[in-house]
């Protein structure tokens, strides 16, 4: 049995992890900024902790308890893609390296930092991207995970074993990502519909979530890689893919709306005001960095041999399990 101490844990991501490691029978220290937003964890046997992350005197009065920490799994971040960068830096850059510097006081073995494949940028490029194959990220929240990674690297020592885990297009019930808006939106068939023809080139790796925790609760419970690593889905499909198996699935007969001369224009410029406002709906999300290509596409064999990585549910399982997990999201809802 493993002592995990989790931050984001009452996220899409991290609420799945702590369900799995319960089950599992290990001890769980879990720190929010609200601790109320983890009451149900606390009657579950889970151990639950306030604390802000981006303050020191904070982070510095956490109690874990008798037993010492064996791993942190850092999920908690500020996901806002065009958000500002001063709030971003003090969350996802302040945060993380206050957390691992704490996390080597106190003897820590293991540091799991959940980045992003916004870390690196967009590409024009067919051949999909290795963890060195970088390009300047194209959203500040992009941007904050990048210069996380720098700063985790720069304080990291030989005692505890950082790994960095660039996720990517994770998604399952519960989730807001990508499915729910192109659901949403073959059931309206306007609004954001007719910028689809614009942006149908786009290249996702769906990763379904409890591919992802079942990745993370082995390297707890076993160690093993160290460094970065990307994990994201085995197959590669344009979002004109995607909204076919999502049609499909509901059932819902679309024609593509034609493009008009002046659209692409109109959605150049609509980019430009979201990112200015610190907003990002999501064909804000799918322009940004259109000038560098569409491609967000990725090798993930490094994660294949060190760590045992292995996506089993495929995109079509992976939707069908979503769409009759819960509703469609609200449209423009952010990724």
Known sequence: M???????????IGSALVKRLLQRGHEL???????????????????????????????????????????????AASVSYFGRDFALHRVNVLGSYHLLQW???????QYLFASSIEAMGTRGDPDPAGEE??????????????????????VQNGNVNLLILRLGNIYGPGSSFLIPFLADVLRRQRGSFRYLPLVLNQVFQLLYID????????????????????LAGKEMLTLEELLNLTAERLRIAYAMPSVRKWLPSVLRVRTELAALAGIA???AFLMAGENRGPRRTYRIDKAIRDLGFAPRTSPAEGIRLMLEGRDAAPEGAVP
Request: net charge neutral.
């Open 211 to 230: 591919d992802l925790v079942e990745t993370l609760v082995s390297v707890i419970e076993q160690g093993g890689g160290k460094g970065t690593y990307i």
């Open 281 to 283: 709906d999501f064909p």
């Open 103 to 109: 996390a080597i006081q106190r003897g820590v073995r």
């Open 29 to 75: 220290s879990l720190v929010s900024r609200d601790r109320r937003r983890l009451g149900v964890y606390g009657s579950q046997g889970a151990r639950t902790i306030e604390a802000d992350l981006g303050n020191r005197i904070s982070l510095n009065a956490i109690d874990t308890g008798p037993n010492p920490i064996d791993a942190v799994v850092h999920l």
């Open 2 to 12: 493993k002592h995990v101490l989790i931050t984001g844990s009452s996220g899409f």
């Open 133 to 154: 194959d970088c390009t300047p990220p194209v959203s500040s929240y992009g941007r904050s995970k990048l210069d996380a990674e720098h700063a985790l690297l720069s």
